[in-house]
């Protein structure tokens, strides 16, 4: 929580302060053009590599393999967008890290490692009981004998209306 906070007051300061350096070298009109140029390279990028996950995490699913990779790269590729577009050179120098498919790779599978690490240990009850077993699993559907027959009925809880009518 900290972490964003810092986040969004450090940076429009970092980036107007490089904006104004910037301008100050180059120029204005010339800066604000940079700044547009940057957005518009940015939003073709996103938009092809956008494009070529989608095509690859479709073809994963039709082999009916999971694209969590996929999943994440699509993600970093929103964030790399926002970026882009978001004026300022230290935004524009993150949100091409996002989307040049090198680094987003590499990016990608520190990150989906960390989930999965964080969801496994997570996951973990004190009881020592596996979220996956039998007894946890609410999802599963009705409950099965040995024979894995479904056990289904009725009932009615014949000791209640016993001790009712003995106490009229």
């Not at 940076?11 to 302060?17: H, K, N, Q, Y």
């Not at 350096?21 to 390279?41: D, E, Y």
């Not at 790269?73 to 524009?92: E, H, R, S, Y």
Request: glycine fraction near 10%; avoid cysteine; proline fraction near 4%.
């Amino acid at each position: 929580m900290r972490v964003l906070f810092l986040m969004f007051a450090i940076m429009p300061i970092i980036e107007i302060a490089l904006l104004v350096q910037v301008g100050g070298i180059i120029g204005g009109w010339n800066t604000i053009a940079l700044v547009i140029l940057t957005a518009l390279i940015g939003s073709y990028m996103v938009r092809r590599e956008g494009l070529a996950t989608l095509q690859t995490a479709q073809s994963k699913m039709q082999r009916n393999e999971i694209p969590g990779n996929e999943i994440v790269q699509g993600l970093m590729l929103v964030i790399a967008g926002v970026l882009l577009v978001t004026p300022g050179f230290v935004t524009d120098i993150l949100g091409l890290l996002f989307v040049m498919p090198g680094s987003r790779h590499y990016l990608a599978r520190n990150i989906s490692k960390h989930m999965k690490a964080r969801v496994v240990t997570s996951s973990t009850f004190t009881s020592g009981q596996s979220p996956f077993s039998q007894h946890s699993d609410p999802f599963k559907g009705p409950a099965k004998d040995e024979n894995g027959d479904i056990i289904e009925g009725e009932y009615t809880d014949k000791s209640e209306n016993d001790e009712n009518n003995r106490l009229r």
